[in-house]
C-alpha cells in the first residue's frame, strides 16, 4: 500500500439513498478538487435472484440503474448506505461537511473521519489481481464481480 | 374465580398492544381489503381459481380409527379436505413496524388453528392446510399487522428487517417485491418468493409515522418507544432471567 496515508470520510445517510438522490451528491462530491477516491457501499441488488425457489430468475430492480456521475457512467450494484471518501488533507472535509449539510435536508446523516477504505489486499485480491495490483485500486471493487472501478477525471 | 391470561407485561404502548394482538377475544382492527384473488397471487402456491391439489383423500373418505383424540380434536377445512401444507411468511421492519416474529407467533397460537409458526430474528413463517393459510393470510394482510411499508411478505430473501429504509420510508427488498408508486399505493409486482405477476396487487397506503408508533409491538429508542421507559417490562423480563439463572445452578438446600 502507499506509504502515504490521507484522510478518509465516511457519510452515512439516515435513509438507503436512491439512485437519483446519489447521483446528485456524488456529483457534488466528485467535483470537489482533492477528491482522490470515492468508495459506495450499501446492500446489493444482484440482477437474478441468488438463492430460494426462485433461484436464477431475473430480478428487475428500479434501484440498480445507471447514474451518470461527472462524465462517467456507473452501473449501482447496490442501494446506496454509505459513501467514502479518501481526500488529500485536512482542509477538505470542512467543505465534504457543508456540501452534506446542504444537501441532506429531509432526513439527517452523519459524517465521521478515520480509516474506512482496505489498506492491504487480502488472499482474494491476491488471487483475482496477483502480486503487483495497483494498491490504490484494491478494495474499490469487489474482487469477486469482476466489475473493476471507475474513472472519473474532472477539471 | 375464573382464570383471565394475562397475556403480557408491561405499561407501555408497546405492551398494551402486544396484549391486544395476542387476545383472540379483542378483534383486529381493519385497515385495508384485499380481495381473495389477490392473496392467492402474493401467496403463489396455486393459480388463482385452480383447485387445490390434495396430499391425501378426504377425512370423510378414510378409514379413520377409532380414537379418543381425533373425536375431541375437530379438524380444520384444510385437514378435513386433505390439503396441502403451505407457508406465508413475514419480515417486520425495526423502524416501528406493527408486528414481529415472536409477537406474530403468539398471536397467530391464540387466534388460530391448525398451524406451525417459525421464529426467527428477521422472518417468520407459518405453515398450515392451504385453504386455512389462505383464511388466514387475509386476516394478517388485511388487519393492523401489517403495514404495507414497514412489512414484506417474503418467502425468501428476507434482508432488510434491520437495515435503513429507503428515502420514500420502504423497507430494503432485494427483490422489490412491493412498489410505492407515484400516488402513494403500494403494490406488490412479484410474488413471495419474488416471480413477477401478472398483474400488480394493491396493498394499500403505507401508514403514517403516528400511527406506527401508536400501534407497534417493537420498542426503539430512536423512533418509538423506549424499553427503558417501561420498568414493568424490565422487572418481568430480570426476574424471568435471575430465576433461570439460578436453575442452571440448580440451587438446593442442604
Not at chain 2, 403480557?8 to 381489503?33: D, W, Y
Request: charged share 25%; net charge neutral.
Amino acid at each position: 500500500m502507499t506509504d502515504a496515508t490521507f484522510p478518509q470520510v465516511r457519510i452515512v445517510p439516515l435513509r438507503l439513498l436512491k439512485p437519483t438522490t446519489a447521483e446528485s451528491l456524488l456529483n457534488k462530491l466528485a467535483s470537489i478538487t482533492g477528491v482522490q477516491r470515492i468508495l459506495i457501499r450499501g446492500p446489493g441488488l444482484p440482477e437474478n435472484v441468488p438463492y430460494g425457489p426462485a433461484r436464477g430468475n431475473p430480478n428487475p430492480h428500479s434501484d440498480r440503474s445507471t447514474i451518470q456521475v461527472v462524465d462517467t457512467e456507473i452501473a449501482l450494484r447496490v442501494q446506496v448506505g454509505e459513501v467514502i471518501l479518501e481526500v488529500e488533507n485536512d482542509s477538505l472535509i470542512a467543505e465534504i461537511q457543508s456540501i452534506c449539510d446542504d444537501f441532506f435536508v429531509n432526513f439527517p446523516y452523519q459524517i465521521k473521519t478515520g480509516r474506512f477504505m482496505k489498506t492491504d489486499p487480502t488472499l482474494v485480491d491476491y488471487a483475482r489481481y496477483g502480486p503487483d495490483a495497483d494498491p490504490d485500486l484494491i478494495g474499490l471493487a469487489d474482487p469477486r464481480s469482476g466489475d473493476r472501478p471507475v474513472i472519473i477525471r474532472t477539471k | 374465580m375464573a382464570y383471565k391470561p394475562q397475556y403480557g407485561p408491561g405499561t407501555s404502548i408497546v405492551a398494551a398492544n402486544r396484549r391486544k394482538q395476542m387476545n383472540p377475544n379483542h378483534k383486529l382492527e381493519r385497515v385495508r381489503s384485499v380481495t381473495d384473488e389477490d392473496i392467492v397471487l402474493i401467496l403463489g402456491h396455486r393459480a388463482p381459481g385452480s383447485a387445490y391439489p390434495s396430499a391425501h383423500p378426504p377425512l370423510a373418505e378414510q378409514q379413520e380409527p377409532d380414537c379418543p383424540m381425533r373425536r375431541l380434536v375437530k379438524p380444520t377445512d384444510g385437514a378435513k379436505a386433505g390439503d396441502r401444507v403451505r407457508y406465508i411468511q413475514f419480515t417486520d421492519s425495526m423502524f416501528n413496524a406493527p408486528s414481529q416474529p415472536y409477537q406474530r407467533t403468539y398471536t397467530e397460537c391464540y387466534r388460530f388453528r391448525g398451524i406451525d409458526p417459525g421464529t426467527l430474528s428477521g422472518r417468520q413463517i407459518v405453515e398450515c392446510r392451504e385453504r386455512d393459510l389462505e383464511k388466514y393470510a387475509k386476516e394478517l394482510v388485511e388487519t393492523e399487522l401489517l403495514d404495507p411499508a414497514r412489512t414484506g411478505i417474503r418467502g425468501a430473501t428476507v434482508h432488510g428487517h434491520s437495515l435503513r429504509l429507503a428515502e420514500e420510508g420502504m423497507m430494503f427488498d432485494m427483490l422489490q417485491r412491493s412498489v410505492l408508486g407515484e400516488d402513494g399505493i403500494v403494490r406488490y409486482v412479484k410474488n413471495q418468493i419474488g416471480e413477477p405477476l401478472d398483474r400488480p396487487v394493491v396493498i394499500g397506503k403505507p401508514m403514517d409515522e403516528n400511527w406506527l408508533k401508536e400501534h407497534t409491538t417493537i420498542f426503539h429508542s430512536l423512533v418509538g418507544t423506549p424499553y427503558r421507559e417501561d420498568t414493568e417490562y424490565i422487572e418481568y423480563i430480570q426476574r424471568i432471567h435471575s430465576l433461570r439463572t439460578k436453575y442452571g445452578f440448580m440451587p438446593r438446600k442442604e
